[in-house]
Each structure stands twice: as structure tokens, then as C-alpha cells.
């Protein structure tokens, strides 16, 4: 027991000590990871997202906010200069097309040399009566004259309003790059009415540079749709007779720009320009980017249509360079969630 105590214990003390202080040499002077880098030297990179050109369906609905008007009332215009003789209908009433509404007394010229009788006394004046009809059917909404009154031609003298009522709303300059192939039917929903249904006979219209405010409506509560047919384009339809609207109803129309089934498609974002043609930038083999010019098809707002330039499976620029500059400036959001965002020119 003196032996261990007086050898072998200092020595195991001894070795246990340099055991560990030569691991802490190993430690502060030869670590197993590598040195680490200059601070001061870039170490990342920079990698362009792409996409590939691949096949899909574009269903290009376009969806605008719209409201219910009463369509505008027709004039009551006098077809002959004379004297409104007897007034038949009076205002309020329901009207059919070509009903007389009333009549015009015109006197009728005669020959200088049959103005007066044998006698040398001047002949009595002599009439012809010319009916004024109502021009559509609906209600005779005002009757501006009476009788006895002197008319001249094309003279106003009052409003039929039809029955019927119409569907508008404002098109976005945009927007009409995807009704190229103007539809001739939308879809409308009404808010708190009806279940959706087709409105026919849709017209999109634009104000000629010039043309007169006096083609307004001229009834007493067909305003625009909620303002929807201001100086711009405007979209309308007809609601069918057997639907049951009112006037300033808010609705939502959706016009069917077309679909294309089994089509190459690419983000929005890839292409720069959004109809007809456009460009996008290939990605090369040695990893750079190769700009082509491609054509354009439908578009549904986050997808559209490649009709030529590119082959499934090729890999574009998921972002085209300069179109994502300023973010959402400039850009354009539609009811539908599409959004339209102008080029940016490159630098």
C-alpha cells in the first residue's frame, strides 16, 4: 500500500495532467476544422429564378364591376311642321310600338292659280293630318305639347321609356387587349338577386373623340351604371326579359375572352409586353440569358399563352429583366385578381 501511495498514484497524476493539457495544446493550435474565410471576401452569388415553358390551359374571363340601369328612353320627335291637332294618349300611359300618340294638322299649299273660285274669293285652306307614333313600346314617360300648339319638324314633344334594363361597366384600357375577339354574350351575377345568367347583345363602346353629351340617356333615372359609363369604355348587355332586375342593382359581369386547352404557358412575369408579341430571356447553357422576341395568345392575368418562340421544356428568366422594377408601381389590379403591370424599359 506505501508503494502505491508513493509511486504509482503521483504517476497516474502526472500522466492524466500532460494527457490533458497536450489535448488543449491540440485544441488552441491544431484545430480539425479549416481556417475560416476573409470576412472581407464575397462569398455568395447571385442566381437568376427560372421557370420552363411548359403545357396548360388559359381560361381568359375577364370580370369588371358593373350596375343595373333602365334602358334610355326613346324621343317623341314630330314628323311634319303644323299644329298639333288631338292628343289620343295621354302621358303615363302604356304604350305599343306604332301607336299614334298624336296628330299633326299641316296645311297643304295649293296652286297659285287654284287659290281662289270662280267668284275671285279665296278658296278655304285645306289639311292633311300626320299621325306621330310612339317609336317603341314601353311607357309614355312625358308629353312636352299641347293642342294647338305649332310644331316644326323634328320638333322633341316627349319620352318613351321601354320596359327593359341593361348591364354596365367600366372597361380598364387594359382590359381590352383581352377581348380582341369581341364576345357577344356575359355572364352576370347580381348582388343579393338572382342566380347568375346570361345577359346578351354585349356591346363595348368608346366615345368617338368629338361626339355630342346629347346622346345621353334622356330619361329621368337611367343614369350610368354606378359611373360606369362615363367617357370611357364601357361594357353593356341587355338583361333578359324574364329576369327581374332594378335600377342601380350592383352586379359583377364576366366576359368570356376565349379558352385554350393544352397550350405553352409561361408566367406573366416572364414576358415583357402583354399582347400580340412579346419578349422573354432564355436561359443558355453556359448560364447566361438570350433574349427572343415570342408571340403572344391569351392571357388569364398570371399565366399567358406562348404561340411561338419557345418549345416545352425550355428554361426562361422567371422574372424578366426590368419588368419587376418599382414593384407593384404602375401596376394595375382587377376585380378578378389579375393584375396588369406596365413594361419598364431596360437600362
Given at each position: 500500500?506505501?508503494?502505491?501511495?508513493?509511486?504509482?498514484?503521483?504517476?497516474l497524476?502526472?500522466?492524466?495532467?500532460?494527457?490533458?493539457?497536450?489535448?488543449?495544446?491540440?485544441?488552441?493550435?491544431?484545430?480539425?476544422?479549416?481556417?475560416?474565410?476573409?470576412?472581407?471576401?464575397?462569398?455568395?452569388?447571385?442566381?437568376?429564378?427560372?421557370?420552363?415553358?411548359?403545357?396548360?390551359?388559359?381560361?381568359?374571363?375577364?370580370v369588371?364591376?358593373?350596375?343595373?340601369?333602365?334602358?334610355?328612353?326613346?324621343?317623341?320627335?314630330?314628323?311634319?311642321?303644323?299644329?298639333v291637332?288631338?292628343?289620343?294618349?295621354?302621358?303615363?300611359?302604356?304604350?305599343?310600338?306604332?301607336?299614334?300618340?298624336?296628330d299633326?294638322?299641316?296645311?297643304i299649299?295649293?296652286?297659285?292659280?287654284?287659290?281662289?273660285?270662280?267668284?275671285?274669293?279665296?278658296?278655304?285652306a285645306?289639311?292633311?293630318?300626320?299621325?306621330?307614333?310612339?317609336?317603341?313600346?314601353?311607357?309614355?314617360?312625358?308629353?312636352?305639347?299641347?293642342?294647338?300648339?305649332?310644331?316644326?319638324?323634328?320638333?322633341?314633344a316627349?319620352?318613351?321609356?321601354?320596359?327593359?334594363?341593361?348591364?354596365?361597366?367600366?372597361?380598364?384600357?387594359?382590359?381590352?387587349?383581352?377581348?380582341?375577339?369581341?364576345?357577344?354574350?356575359a355572364?352576370?351575377?347580381?348582388?343579393?338577386?338572382?342566380?347568375?345568367?346570361?345577359?346578351?347583345?354585349?356591346?363595348i363602346?368608346?366615345?368617338?373623340?368629338?361626339?355630342q353629351?346629347?346622346?345621353?340617356p334622356?330619361?329621368?333615372?337611367?343614369?350610368?351604371?354606378?359611373?360606369?359609363?362615363?367617357?370611357?369604355?364601357t361594357?353593356?348587355?341587355?338583361?333578359?326579359?324574364?329576369v327581374?332586375?332594378?335600377?342601380?342593382?350592383?352586379?359583377?359581369?364576366?366576359?368570356?375572352?376565349?379558352?385554350?386547352?393544352?397550350?405553352?404557358?409561361?408566367?406573366?412575369?416572364?414576358?415583357?409586353?402583354?399582347?400580340?408579341?412579346?419578349?422573354?430571356?432564355?436561359?443558355?447553357?453556359?448560364?447566361?440569358?438570350?433574349?427572343?422576341?415570342?408571340?403572344?395568345?391569351?392571357?388569364d392575368?398570371?399565366?399567358?399563352?406562348?404561340?411561338?418562340?419557345?418549345?416545352?421544356?425550355?428554361?426562361?428568366?422567371?422574372?424578366?429583366?426590368g419588368?419587376m422594377?418599382?414593384?407593384?408601381?404602375?401596376c394595375?389590379?382587377?376585380?378578378?385578381?389579375?393584375?396588369?403591370?406596365?413594361?419598364?424599359?431596360?437600362?
Open positions: 500500500m506505501g508503494i502505491a501511495r508513493t509511486w504509482i498514484f503521483p504517476i497524476r502526472m500522466l492524466l495532467v500532460a494527457i490533458i493539457a497536450a489535448a488543449l495544446i491540440k485544441l488552441a493550435f491544431f484545430p480539425d476544422r479549416p481556417a475560416e474565410a476573409d470576412p472581407a471576401q464575397p462569398t455568395g452569388t447571385i442566381v437568376e429564378p427560372t421557370v420552363a415553358v411548359m403545357t396548360g390551359t388559359i381560361t381568359n374571363d375577364v369588371i364591376t358593373a350596375a343595373v340601369s333602365a334602358d334610355p328612353a326613346v324621343p317623341l320627335k314630330s314628323t311634319a311642321a303644323g299644329t291637332n288631338r292628343i289620343f294618349i295621354a302621358q303615363g300611359a302604356t304604350v305599343a310600338q306604332g301607336d299614334v300618340i298624336f299633326v294638322k299641316v296645311p299649299e295649293r296652286d297659285p292659280a287654284d287659290s281662289v273660285d270662280a267668284e275671285g274669293k279665296p278658296k278655304p285645306i289639311f292633311r293630318y300626320e299621325d306621330v307614333e310612339a317609336p317603341i313600346a314601353g311607357t309614355l314617360s312625358s308629353l312636352s305639347v299641347i293642342e294647338g300648339q305649332e310644331l316644326a319638324v323634328g320638333a322633341a316627349g319620352n318613351v321609356a321601354p320596359p327593359s334594363f341593361s348591364v354596365s361597366g367600366s372597361l380598364e384600357p387594359a382590359q381590352q387587349y383581352r377581348l380582341l375577339n369581341r364576345p357577344g354574350e355572364s352576370v351575377t347580381i348582388t343579393g338577386g338572382p342566380a347568375a345568367f346570361t345577359c346578351t347583345n354585349l356591346r363602346t368608346t366615345p368617338l373623340a368629338g361626339e353629351a346629347d346622346t345621353a334622356t330619361s329621368g333615372d337611367t343614369g350610368s351604371a354606378g359611373g360606369a359609363a362615363g367617357s370611357g369604355t361594357a353593356t348587355c341587355a338583361v333578359p326579359g324574364d327581374t332586375v332594378f335600377a342601380r342593382l350592383a352586379a359583377e359581369m364576366t366576359i368570356s375572352g376565349g379558352i385554350a386547352e393544352n397550350v405553352l404557358v409561361v408566367p406573366t412575369t416572364a414576358v415583357r409586353g402583354a399582347a400580340q408579341s412579346g419578349t422573354v430571356w432564355v436561359s443558355t447553357p453556359d448560364g447566361a440569358a438570350e433574349e427572343r422576341a415570342v408571340a403572344l395568345g391569351l392571357t392575368g398570371s399565366q399567358v399563352q406562348i404561340t411561338e418562340g419557345l418549345t416545352e421544356g425550355e428554361q426562361i428568366l422567371e422574372f424578366a429583366p419588368a422594377a418599382g414593384a407593384t408601381d404602375g394595375t389590379t382587377y376585380p378578378d385578381g389579375s393584375m396588369y403591370c406596365e413594361s419598364v424599359p431596360l437600362p
